[in-house]
């Protein structure tokens, strides 16, 4: 490299310097010939006797290289990103081509094999030229530019005070400066051979932009492997080093400065006999240009990434740089550290997506949820994990990955499927879905899925509802709220209250139960706030109605519930692999039991059969699936979450901003499809499994058979139920089978399961169908082979009639009174005349209640 030339007027001043540069410079020389003089000269005591103590960027060290991240197809390791601060790729002595060594030897440094890192003759030359005599001429070697490259790379990158003001001098053209480069040479040539230096240099350099050794340079400018590079090529590449600015090959303004020196290299080369006269002229005769290089574009970053994956990857680059193993980050101690290591690069990242499921439910999502839709931010975004594991197998959405501000309407650098700190999102809201939480904290404090619940709508004011945490967050004034298109509804199950998504019966069972113990149940199951802020316990939020949440939160809570109860913490990385082939622990698999499997069993009987009772939701084949649905207000955002025993799938498909009303749009059901979908295609790579059998003493929690009181006078019946600890209330007549003023029936029947939290109400009979049917005469005990009636209350009415049919009755000789007892009843058996297990004949007829609508009569049973 050139020094810079002294103005005449500053000769005396050169000369001086001049002198004291010759006899240190000699020193030195002298030192790659007898080292132990040079040591014991007081020169080098003062200061040029460090050989033994280099600093570190005066040394051949690992240099930056590419990370690559690999996700899996059909089992094996596929690359799906590369990102590094520097785009090199290392070599080893072994691949380096021959040619590529003779023309940086050629070009750059003659004598390279016979001196020990500082060239005399061109010590002398180069201080002539700084007194202006000759031609410019520098007297750096392939090793003191070594040096000079590695003080930019390491020196300038140190806090260190010394390295700094080494780094600084870098840019200044002195005596000093070059001096400090020919004691860090020499001291090089001591600790390293000759080839590790020429290897280092050629891994070092930099060949245009971010383009750094030779191996990237053959790729990225020529389309092949360094290995492969003809004589041209390599003349070209080594021609660059000296100046990358001027003379790398991605600019065409620079290909004739490029060819000038090229070919001054390719004649050195076959001056000094490294190749033939033939080899030099057909070298020489190729031109640089268009059809001589072969420019590739750069790979760097997840949106050079494998197409479906692009947010998968940026969701592996925010894990590796923000999250922690054992209060420390994955690469470092420090943030700064991890940040430090990363940049190095050369780790091979293996993780768990899964390419092929991933593909197949982009494309879904890419047909169903169009990233072209104009109208409104139209947006969708589905996770998939590995039950028992947390490993997520797929995340895609319908929007292009773009990681920049300038995102078209079809792009977007938002992970829809992650929290704020992974994604940079912001959540949605996830309406009925987040009923689980209250049906599993119902189940956890002891209450049925089968009991009764009260699920008119009502008024709600403060006080009404339990907070312990925060008790202010129930201070709510005067609330109504209203079920989905205005339905209304009685007593039913939770199980009815799930499958239907009963706002004002999950806020009645939720005000039974601690809103506090919602929120952590939510939590410990894996659902958080996208913002990172606690789960406020506002009564509105048990219905989904307060702050955001994640696809990958859903995801994980219906694999708890999946999984027998156990959290896992999602995994993104199985592996880390240094370049040393080191393994780096990524974080390792944390699952935690988060609620019973006894709880879980009930919750996994009970959303099974919410998924059943919904076909658009449940997917082809027989494997069990449990699902919820997820609607907020004026259908801005939907969503489906459910599981299999293997894939645990949350879907959502909203407003990314704005409020359109997706249902106006013919989109409300997009979410049951993608989801069904993507369960089908889930299902069939990750096949079998059965979820747990429900635990019986868990299904009935703290509820038990209502007593049968037919028959009994109000009073009896009233006195008999209270002592029970149950409130009564007794409704008008009806007419009924049983005597006037007995009871007809309850509400509940007789046999459901309640509490003393369930209010029974006393339908009391007119008489009017007693007096109407025959009476069965009172006889002796039948025998034993005597025909009884069946059991009919609480089955459905065509269950119903064909257990009578079943026991020898005549189904056409059933007389129905239909009774408005809430949807939950409907078209459902609440009491019988003749009572079960008495004796009957064939051709008698029986009295039966059912229940209907308000309209009254058959609702279509």
């Excluded at 189940?443 to 006080?463: F, K, L, P």
């Excluded at 037919?710 to 409130?727: N, V």
């Excluded at 949807?823 to 609440?830: D, I, S, Y």
Aim: charge should be negative.
């Amino acid at each position: 490299m050139a020094a810079s030339r002294h103005k005449p007027g500053s000769l005396l001043g050169s000369f001086l310097g001049l002198l004291g540069f010759s006899v240190i410079a000699g020193i030195l020389v002298s030192a790659t010939l007898t080292p132990a003089l040079a040591v014991a000269s007081s020169t080098a005591n003062s200061g040029l006797d460090l050989f033994e103590s280099l600093p570190s960027y005066a040394q051949i060290n690992q240099q930056a290289e590419r990370n690559r991240i690999y996700g899996m197809r059909d089992g094996q390791p596929v690359e799906i990103a590369q990102f590094y601060a520097q785009d090199r790729q290392v070599l080893e002595w072994a691949d380096v081509p021959a040619s590529a060594v003779n023309a940086l030897v050629a070009g750059e440094d003659r004598r390279y094999y016979s001196h020990g890192g500082v060239d005399a003759p061109s010590v002398a030359r180069a201080a002539m030229s700084q007194l202006g005599v000759g031609g410019d001429s520098g007297a750096s070697t392939l090793t003191m530019q070594l040096v000079r490259m590695q003080i930019a790379i390491e020196a300038c990158l140190s806090e260190d005070e010394e390295a700094q003001a080494i780094c600084d001098a870098q840019y200044t053209e002195s005596y000093q400066r070059k001096l400090a480069e020919m004691r860090l040479a020499i001291g090089l040539e001591q600790r390293y051979t000759k080839n590790e230096i020429v290897l280092a240099y050629l891994n070092i350099a930099n060949f245009g932009g971010n383009v750094y050794g030779i191996e990237s340079g053959a790729q990225r400018i020529f389309g092949k492997a360094a290995s492969e590079l003809t004589v041209a090529e390599s003349a070209a590449l080594i021609a660059t080093v000296q100046n990358p600015s001027i003379r790398n090959l991605f600019e065409a303004d620079n290909w004739p400065r490029n060819q000038e020196r090229r070919d001054f290299i390719i004649n050195r080369m076959a001056d000094d006999g490294y190749i033939t006269a033939q080899e030099r002229d057909e070298a020489l005769a190729t031109p640089v240009d268009e059809s001589f290089v072969n420019l590739q574009p750069a790979r760097n970053g997840c949106i050079a990434g494998y197409d479906s994956a692009r947010f998968f990857c940026d969701y592996v680059q925010r894990v590796l740089a923000n999250d922690q193993v054992d209060g420390h980050h994955i690469l470092g101690a420090t943030a700064e550290d991890n940040a430090l290591a990363l940049s190095q690069g050369g780790y091979r990242i293996y993780t768990s997506i899964d390419l092929e499921l991933n593909d197949a439910v982009q494309a879904t999502v890419d047909e169903l949820a169009p990233n072209t839709e104009t109208r409104w931010q139209s947006g969708a975004a589905v996770t998939q994990l590995e039950v028992g594991t947390g490993r997520i197998l797929t995340m895609v959405q319908n929007k292009d990955y773009y990681n920049a501000d300038d995102a078209p309407p079809t792009a977007t650098s938002v992970n829809f499927n992650a929290d704020y700190q992974h994604g940079r999102s912001g959540g949605f809201q996830p309406g009925s879905g987040f009923k689980i939480f209250t049906l599993a904290q119902w189940i956890i404090d002891g209450h049925s899925v089968r009991e009764q619940v009260d699920a008119t709508a009502e008024e709600w004011t403060n006080g009404e509802f339990t907070a312990s945490c925060d008790p202010g967050a129930t201070v709510i004034g005067s609330w109504k709220p209203q079920n989905n298109e205005g339905s209304q509804y009685a007593r039913m199950t939770p199980t009815e209250i799930m499958v239907n998504s009963v706002n004002t019966g999950t806020l009645r069972m939720a005000s039974q139960v601690d809103l506090c113990d919602i929120m952590a149940t939510a939590e410990a199951m894996g659902v958080e706030r996208a913002d990172g802020e606690a789960m406020v316990p506002f009564p509105a939020a048990v219905i989904g109605g307060s702050w955001n949440v994640t696809p990958m939160g859903m995801a994980e809570a219906f694999a708890t519930v999946a999984n027998g109860g156990i959290h896992c913490e999602p995994i993104a990385i199985d592996r880390i692999v240094a370049r040393d082939g080191s393994e780096v622990a990524p974080p390792g698999q944390d699952c935690n039991q988060a609620i019973s499997p006894e709880v879980a069993s009930v919750m996994q009987h009970v959303l099974t059969e919410v998924t059943e009772r919904n076909p658009l939701n449940n997917p082809p084949g027989t494997t069990p699936v449990i699902s919820k649905t997820g609607t907020t207000n004026g259908v801005v955002q939907t969503w489906v979450n459910g599981a299999s025993p293997t894939v645990a799938t949350s879907v959502w498909v909203g407003n990314i901003r704005g409020n359109q009303d997706l249902n106006q749009m013919g989109r409300w059901n997009v979410r049951s499809s993608i989801f069904s979908s993507a369960m089908a295609s889930a299902i069939e790579r990750y096949p079998g499994g059965q979820f747990l059998t429900p635990d019986q003493d868990t299904l009935l929690g703290n509820a038990s058979e209502l007593r049968d009181v037919s028959g009994m006078s109000i009073d009896e019946a009233r006195a008999a139920l209270e002592g029970e600890g149950f409130e009564v209330q007794v409704a008008d007549a009806i007419e009924g089978m049983q005597a006037e003023g007995l009871v007809e029936y309850t509400a509940p029947g007789a046999g459901s399961l309640v509490t003393t939290q369930t209010p029974i109400i006393l339908y009391p009979s007119n008489g009017q169908l007693a007096a109407q049917s025959p009476q069965p005469e009172e006889t002796a005990a039948p025998d034993d082979g005597a025909q009884t009636w069946p059991d009919l209350v609480a089955q459905p009415l065509d269950a119903a009639r064909a257990a009578l049919a079943g026991a020898g009755f005549d189904p056409d000789l059933m007389q129905i009174t239909w009774q408005d007892h809430g949807e939950a009843n409907l078209c459902t058996v609440l009491a019988q005349n003749p009572f079960p297990d008495t004796p009957g004949a064939p051709g008698d007829p029986i009295s039966v209640v059912v229940g209907t609508n308000s309209g009254g009569g058959d609702p279509g049973c």
